[in-house]
């Protein structure tokens, strides 16, 4: 099992040029750290989030990575449940999981924007979401609890 903190990481938000789709496929012209992170999801069953909400919403910084993980897709589309989606650029995707920290006033409708939204980044990821967790438990002991290793 691999972790990987990349709050901890220089990581720069996506300046959508799409030269990891034209002029340098499958890399970011961006010199950051993501291409540590990207290169190793591929290799991995599960691809965990953890964040806290802020404003009701999950923390900028996971819409950043996820942006930043365009370069595992292909520019091409193809017809999923009726939408077009981009075919993955290496054939495979970990499943992916969500664990965040409520604010004291996060309510369930709250909870399903968010659940939505991620459940629409792992249909664009051709995944499926396992888990979208609170944290009244450690992130460990959700992991285990949900997922045999």
């Given at each position: 099992m691999?972790?990987?903190v990349a709050r901890d990481m220089d990581i720069k938000p996506c300046i959508g040029c799409w030269d990891c789709w034209a002029k340098t496929p499958g890399v970011c012209v961006l010199q950051d750290d993501m291409h540590l992170i990207l290169k190793h999801i591929n290799h991995n069953d599960l691809l965990v989030f953890a964040a806290p909400f802020s404003m009701g919403f999950f923390h900028s910084f996971v819409k950043t990575v996820q942006e930043r993980m365009i370069p595992l897709l292909l520019p091409y589309s193809e017809l999923v449940m009726g939408e077009m989606h981009h075919t993955l650029r290496y054939g495979t995707s970990?499943?992916?999981a969500f664990i965040y920290k409520p604010e004291p006033d996060t309510d369930e409708e709250?909870?399903?924007?968010?659940?939505d939204v991620f459940d629409r980044f792992a249909l664009n990821f051709s995944s499926t979401v396992v888990f979208f967790h609170s944290i009244k438990k450690s992130a460990m002991e959700i992991i285990h609890e949900t997922v045999d290793f």
């Open positions: 691999e972790y990987v970990p499943e992916l709250d909870v399903q924007i968010n659940r």
